[in-house]
């Protein structure tokens, strides 16, 4: 068999230190509760892992060097931190690092504040949160007369009845998609609980 060859391609050669930065490393840093749990809520109602949210974040060097500048000394509103191992990318670790030497801001710090960075994201999906919440709850109604009209079907028609037989299919389609519409929004409820930063 004769073997798949292309000449025309010129892809770009991946440097080492590129290879590198894809890394993935632990991290412990001191975050707010708050901060916590906007990063789990995040990532979970996205379908991201956290450390694509952390690259997101923070590997943009230049923009994580106006989020310290903002940093207030002394910083207002310090809430009770708590200690968290996170798993993230060498690169954004490193880019961290950096900036927080060059600029004199607590690695800590600059997280709290990139997270801030994500309040648009879920003052948005708290809109369609509630929006998903009422669709799901006028789809239950719907299932209700949907199930209602597939009994009167059953008085109605035979069990190996083609239209019997269909509307079965259908209802228990609905039915199931019901339910998984319903974990959806039930996982999206710890959305109501990030309140906005003070």
Same mark, same amino acid.
């Given at each position: 068999m004769e073997k798949f060859q292309n000449t025309n391609l010129n892809l770009p050669p991946a440097s080492a230190s590129e290879l590198t930065g894809m890394q993935s490393v632990r991290a412990t840093f001191r975050l707010s509760k708050q901060a916590i749990q906007t990063i789990n809520v995040v990532a979970a109602q996205l379908g991201i892992r956290q450390k694509s949210l952390f690259d997101h974040l923070m590997e943009d060097a230049e923009r994580l060097a106006s989020v310290a500048n903002e940093i207030e000394q002394p910083i207002s509103g310090v809430q009770e931190r708590v200690q968290k191992t996170f798993? %993230?990318?060498?690169?954004? +670790?490193?880019?961290?690092?950096?900036?927080?030497?060059?600029?004199?801001?607590?690695?800590?710090?600059? /997280?709290?504040?990139?997270?801030?960075? +994500?309040?648009? %994201? /879920?003052?948005?999906?708290?809109? *369609?949160?509630?929006?998903? *919440?009422? /669709?799901?709850?006028?789809? *239950?109604?719907?299932?209700i007369g949907a199930r209602q009209l597939l009994e009167k079907a059953g008085d109605l028609l035979d069990d190996?009845?083609?239209?019997?037989?269909? +509307?079965t299919a259908a209802v228990n389609y609905s039915l199931n998609s019901h339910q998984h519409m319903a974990e959806f929004v039930k996982k999206g409820e710890d959305l109501a609980a990030l309140e906005p930063d003070a």
């Open positions: 798993v %993230i990318s060498r690169k954004t +670790l490193t880019n961290l690092e950096h900036i927080s030497q060059s600029s004199n801001a607590p690695r800590d710090m600059l /997280i709290e504040y990139s997270v801030r960075r +994500l309040q648009p %994201i /879920i003052e948005k999906e708290q809109e *369609k949160q509630e929006k998903r *919440k009422k /669709i799901v709850k006028e789809f *239950k109604q719907m299932m190996d009845d083609p239209v019997f037989s269909r +509307l």
